[in-house]
């Protein structure tokens, strides 16, 4: 059986950095032998300091969906999705190392912007930045990745990182190198697919998601005229609505990232097995939300939060 806190395959701790951060590189160092992966280790080291609130500038990651196993994983996925596409017999634009490097740099920061710079006074949760914590993503890796050997990529990764968000069509994203915007489009993908094949997705969704929604103004909308529209009302609505929530992104994958998931099958040799573990989370959420509801929902998501550190007030934490 699949373990709560490993990935798709059962045989990586998305738990750990270093676990996923040696799975990545084994990947680069097969594909490119004198190829240079230092940025991305450096990466990966900085990713550890700041969620686990080791960084001068930074609050430890207090976002318990978007927490740093999300972000582990994601990368992970996207790695397998990199090595996908630059082993693809139909791709006739190879990835350089140096861009390799610049799509696993993304997808480490990719979440980066719920993180609570410690000056702020603003706010208490990161969760409350979730409108805005793709450009604050993308502000950040513009200041960064010069520091780290990857300066004229800065602004390419500051676009593509708004591939994993919603506030912005991805065909309203220009991108001059085709090449760069397929990246782009794997990053998004890997967003998607490496969340909604969480073991544990449909508990963090009714558990963990649904509070971030709340402190990030997505559970509710404010309309022009006052008025309050209810977008959820509770976890478990926000978890009845992941069936059409699974159906329209299964469109973005098709229609909008233009089917980059499918390099996950020449990674994995003919399998998906991400599309596949999706697939049986939109099931399970239809049973799920059926009379007996939450208790159909008996897995433990693993903690990743480091110790003393609240996601949300006690009011909005269900447990």
Do not use: W
Request: proline share 5%; with cysteine; charged share 30%.
């Amino acid at each position: 059986m699949r373990r709560s806190d490993f990935d798709i395959t059962d045989r990586i701790r998305t738990t750990d950095t270093i676990e996923v951060s040696d799975a990545v590189l084994g990947l680069f160092r097969a594909l490119y032998p004198q190829g240079n992966p230092r940025p991305m280790e450096k990466a990966f080291e900085e990713l550890s300091r700041m969620y686990h609130g080791k960084h001068p500038d930074y609050h430890p990651c207090d976002t318990e969906y978007h927490d740093i196993q999300h972000v582990l994983d994601v990368t992970l996925a996207m790695a397998r999705l990199l090595d996908g596409y630059q082993r693809d017999p139909r791709e006739q634009a190879p990835l350089s190392p140096e861009l390799f490097n610049v799509g696993i740099v993304t997808a480490l920061f990719h979440d980066v912007g719920y993180l609570r710079r410690r000056n702020d006074r603003k706010h208490r949760y990161g969760a409350e930045y979730t409108l805005t914590h793709v450009s604050r993503g993308a502000r950040f890796l513009l200041g960064y990745l010069p520091k780290i050997g990857l300066k004229k990529y800065a602004r390419d990764a500051s676009v593509i990182i708004h591939f994993t968000g919603y506030e912005r069509n991805p065909d309203s994203i220009r991108m001059g190198d085709p090449v760069m915007r397929r990246i782009g489009e794997i990053l998004g993908t890997a967003d998607i697919i490496a969340q909604m094949s969480d073991r544990c997705y449909l508990e963090k969704c009714h558990d963990r998601l649904y509070p971030e929604f709340l402190l990030g103004g997505i559970a509710e909308r404010r309309q022009p005229d006052g008025s309050v529209v209810v977008v959820y009302k509770s976890g478990k609505d926000l978890l009845s609505k992941t069936p059409a929530f699974y159906v329209n992104a299964m469109k973005r994958l098709e229609l909008k990232l233009r089917r980059a998931y499918q390099y996950a099958e020449v990674h994995f040799g003919g399998r998906n097995l991400y599309i596949k573990e999706m697939e049986k989370n939109a099931a399970h959420a239809e049973e799920a939300t059926g009379a007996s509801g939450r208790s159909r929902l008996r897995r433990a998501a693993p903690r990743t939060l480091p110790a003393g550190v609240r996601s949300a007030p006690e009011s909005l934490v269900i447990r």
